[in-house]
């Protein structure tokens, strides 16, 4: 069954606009992401979904530069936008993947769609409640029948905004199954939306030099320097 894993990015984050191509150890945030995403072994191929808006253009020469799979969709319908990338790609199972998330980890993408397999499930993630991990490392794997079904059914525009809450809101329709950490970490914030968020990734990044790190060697460098997580504890998790 072929993997397809979907980064969704786009320019127009409104509390930190262009958040996606700002630089981390001189490369866009975006390059990482992709990197990152990349290094996970049960993936057949990694695929940009950004949209069709002008504004985007910058991410599609991004991609073509360094040769990744892109696709172009709608802004606000999501949820179409990975239905256009996994049925373009040939789809079997999805994962979901966003771009602001820099410190992302191949061996959790490995351990979600390993537990979408193992389960025989039709969702898989990190995220279902209760979250034991930290915001940014969040990772939605799901088959495509899953997909297509949502797509198809699902009404709301507000749900199709955010691509995955038909499926995982649904739980009598579609089998979910919760990959969570043997330790709550859920109080860490490594995703990326605000100026305070990009203080802390830019530290992490900077301290260990390059993007081949494993998740565990951020949580022992903030668990070294306490003071660092402090830099955007104010910031409302959302």
């Not at 990197?35 to 985007?56: F, M, W």
């Not at 997909?147 to 691509?163: C, F, G, K, N, V």
């Not at 809101?169 to 969570?180: C, E, Q, S």
């Not at 914030?189 to 993007?211: C, F, H, K, Q």
Request: aromatic share 6%.
């Amino acid at each position: 069954m072929r993997t397809v894993a979907v980064i969704q990015a786009r320019t127009g984050s409104t509390r930190l606009p262009g958040k996606v191509l700002l630089p981390l150890l001189d490369e866009p945030v975006l390059v990482h992401v992709v990197r990152r995403v990349s290094r996970a072994k049960l993936l057949d191929v990694v695929v940009v979904a950004t949209t069709t808006r002008p504004g985007d253009d910058p991410i599609e020469s991004l991609a073509r530069q360094h040769g990744w799979p892109l696709v172009r969709g709608s802004e606000n319908d999501l949820l179409d936008r990975y239905l256009v990338a996994a049925r373009k790609h040939g789809a079997g199972r999805v994962v979901r993947v966003t771009s602001d998330c820099p410190l992302i980890d191949p061996t959790l993408i490995d351990g979600v769609v390993a537990a979408l397999g193992d389960s025989g499930a039709d969702y898989a993630s990190n995220t279902l409640a209760p979250r034991t991990y930290p915001r940014g490392l969040d990772v939605e794997a799901f088959t495509m029948a899953a997909l297509e079904r949502a797509a198809s059914d699902d009404t709301d525009p507000a749900s199709r905004e955010h691509a995955t809450p038909y499926i995982y809101g649904n739980p009598a329709k579609f089998r979910l199954v919760a990959v969570r950490s043997a330790v709550d970490l859920s109080e860490h914030r490594w995703t990326l939306d605000t100026p305070e968020d990009l203080a802390l990734i830019t530290r992490i990044y900077d301290a260990l030099g390059s993007d081949r790190f494993a998740w565990t060697e951020a949580l022992a460098l903030l668990e070294a320097n306490s003071d660092w997580v402090r830099l955007n504890r104010h910031v409302v998790q959302k």
